[in-house]
């Protein structure tokens, strides 16, 4: 088995972590767990040369300052810069057009926090071993919990080290999350996926010929500028984008899936990045000046102005420049919808 190279997505503008999260700089660049921001982390997990090769980032002009100051830490980074947002299918094609052909690409999402990293690197290894042979692999998150902001993966006969997939269902209610759950077969789908770069634009020009053509059109008439790739930009606008799952996952009869428990979080929302901080004896989670009395499963943060607050639980208070966020976590999915998210 060959090197894998790294495909690692700088997309979204991680509204629901409003008001931290900003469209001029969203959440994959900012250090919301430890010192290191979540695209640093994602680097950091391919960083090993003897099992990775070289990222290949993608990201969109917006980003470009961000990318290239964080990624400076890892040698050797390739970017390229989508002309503009035209979802997963489209940007893993740009990467898998610029690659050969045989490549075995794991394509990461810059924004995910995985706490057991040895777990994610032998299921990238597991998953690579049966990309070479043609498949195209999802890593089944192993589920902890009945979440409904998720899609899952079902998983069909036993194939290797992982499993063929039976069936992509989309996200469900919470009874038929919890059923999921006690079925046993069911994993989360984290967007994370494993193929060989010639076999993802074989099924990308199969299912979406018209996703397919325009990304190598684009690719075969962009320019290098150094290690920086700019697609032509026209030829990329043509494109109706759609998600990688949509576009390829679902409709392909090679997917497969390789289960792995590693700590996984999308940090979707505040909720979620309360759950993978550690907390005080009371399930608190503290940043810059904050003080809490009696108070239990409340992230409190503030980049300037002192927070106190007593007699609160499983709220969220976070304190961002001007802007000051309050909402209980069963609120913390509907952020993005707040005006100052929005419109930021």
Known sequence: MGLIYPVILCGGSGTRLWP????????PFLPLIGERTLFEATLARTA?????????????AAHLGHVRAQAAGFAGSRIIVEPMAQNTAAAIGLAAARLPEDAVMLVCPSDHHIADVPAFTAAAAEAATLAAQGWLVALGITPTAPETGF???????????????????EKPDFVTASGFLADG???????????????????????????????????????????IFHPEPS??????????????????????????????????????????????????????????????????????????????????????????????????????????????
């Not at 090993?48 to 969109?60: K, L, M, N």
């Not at 079902?154 to 269902?169: C, I």
């Not at 069911?186 to 010639?198: C, E, K, L, Q, T």
């Open 151 to 169: 899609g899952y993966i079902r998983r069909g006969e036993r194939l290797g080290a992982g499993y063929t997939v039976e069936q992509f269902v």
């Open 48 to 60: 090993d040369r003897t099992r990775f090769a070289e990222p290949v980032i993608v990201a969109g």
């Open 235 to 344: 030829a990329f606008g043509r494109i109706a984008g759609q998600s990688v799952d949509y576009a390829v996952m679902e409709k392909t009869d090679r997917a497969a899936m390789v289960p792995v428990a590693m700590g996984w979080s999308d940090i979707g929302n505040w909720h979620a990045l309360r759950d993978v901080r550690k907390g005080d004896g009371e399930g608190n989670r503290a940043a810059g000046r904050v003080e809490l009395v009696d108070c239990r499963n409340v992230l409190a943060q503030s980049d300037g102005p002192r927070i106190s607050a007593i007699g609160l639980q499983d709220i969220a208070i976070v304190v961002d420049g001007d802007e000051v966020l309050v909402t209980t976590m069963d609120g913390a999915q509907k952020v993005g919808k707040l005006s100052g998210a929005a419109n930021q």
């Open 185 to 227: 077969r069911y994993s989360w789908n984290g967007g994370i996926f494993v193929f060989r770069a010639g076999t993802y634009m074989e099924e990308l020009a199969h299912h979406r010929p018209d996703i397919a053509d325009p990304v190598r059109e684009a690719v075969a008439q962009g320019a290098d500028e150094g290690a």
């Open 20 to 27: 931290s999260s900003r469209k001029d700089k969203p959440k």
